[in-house]
């Protein structure tokens, strides 16, 4: 974060904005602008586009759009260090929560 130079946008109210707010208080001097008519995908064509220089952007978003933009790269990861949490309804069917639970264990013992 702290050899971030230049315009960085993030889509307005979203938790990206969100998870930005939280990190100004860790980080001085962090700011962006906040876009709340555009998407995470016109974001990355701003990037292309050379009109800004840092988007903050879902992984599975930005993959995708890779190849629509294969001039864009990810800089960084802000959330290397955030907690992941999964949720699911109550339901006599417990199949996928117990799959979901196997899931960590098995990605384990691949590495």
């Known amino acids: 974060m702290q050899s971030l130079n230049g315009s960085l946008g993030v889509v307005a109210d979203s938790s990206h904005e969100e998870l930005l707010s939280e990190l100004a208080g860790q ?12 998407t995470q995908h016109e974001l990355l064509e701003m990037i292309s586009a050379g009109e800004l220089d840092y988007a903050v952007v879902n992984s599975n978003e930005f993959n995708h759009a890779r190849r629509y933009y294969p001039d864009t790269a990810v800089a960084f990861d802000p ?11 109550r339901q006599t069917d417990r199949s996928l929560y117990l799959a979901a639970n ?7 013992a691949r590495w």
């Open 27 to 38: 980080h001085a001097g962090l700011e962006w602008t906040a876009y709340p008519h555009k």
């Open 79 to 89: 959330t290397d260090e955030l907690d992941v949490a999964w949720a699911f309804s």
């Open 102 to 108: 196997q899931y960590p264990r098995q990605i384990a």
